[in-house]
């Protein structure tokens, strides 16, 4: 945005000139003569005021123009992203009825597979697709986190959800995958969790 100019430095220059042009006005036309010579330099002064005044007003104008526009863009951006969040929270809607639909495993891969490739036109993930989306876990499998989710909670508190778990079979598995084995779906509305940290939890079978 432009800010506001400086005020111009005064123009001396045209008052010398008549210093120096007065005495001789004064030899060849007498009082008649400077009173010409000084009613045109007030006309001139005034005239140079008059420019002066409506560039001001027009730079004024210019800058107050850039300000609004630069308001109208930033409004713009803002509800794209609130459009854009509208329309992630409905994907991840769709993806997580589908996966509840699901009556195989194969039928829930297929779907996982489809919200995943289709992810990145909503500006997402595949990764934070997945765990609305994902094959249903077996039986053994949600024994498995049930037991990995207690030991994390109970082991890290409010710090669990940033954490993994190595589960007996070796796999290393999120926060989040653990809570959607054991049947718990996440609320699309709900904030997306923190990256896991790489240091995990070794859980021994029960």
Do not use: C, W
């Not at 400086?6 to 045209?14: C, E, G, V």
């Not at 526009?69 to 509208?86: G, N, P, T, V, Y």
């Not at 994907?91 to 009825?97: R, S, V, Y």
């Amino acid at each position: 945005m432009i800010g506001p100019q400086p005020a111009p430095k005064r123009d001396n220059s045209a008052l010398l000139r008549l210093a120096a042009l007065l005495p001789i006005a004064m030899a060849k036309g007498g009082r008649e003569a400077v009173t010409g010579l000084l009613t045109g330099y007030q006309q001139e002064q005034a005239r140079r005021q008059q420019v002066g005044q409506q560039q001001g007003l027009q730079q004024h104008a210019l800058t107050r123009q850039q300000g609004l526009d630069q308001q109208m863009a930033e409004d713009r951006k803002l509800q794209q992203q609130h459009e854009l969040q509208q329309r992630q929270m409905q994907f991840l809607k769709m993806a997580q009825d589908a996966g509840a639909d699901a009556q195989t495993p194969e039928e829930a891969f297929a779907n996982m597979q489809r919200y995943t490739t289709l992810a990145p036109q909503y500006g997402l993930s595949q990764a934070a697709v997945e765990p609305f989306a994902a094959v249903p876990p077996s039986r053994t499998e949600r024994r498995a986190a049930e037991k990995a989710l207690g030991d994390l909670r109970r082991n890290y508190g409010d710090q669990a959800p940033t954490m993994s778990a190595t589960l007996p079979t070796g796999e290393v598995v999120p926060y989040a995958e653990l809570e959607r084995r054991v049947g718990f779906q996440r609320d699309p509305m709900a904030p997306m969790s923190a990256k896991p940290e790489t240091r995990g939890l070794d859980v021994q079978a029960a």
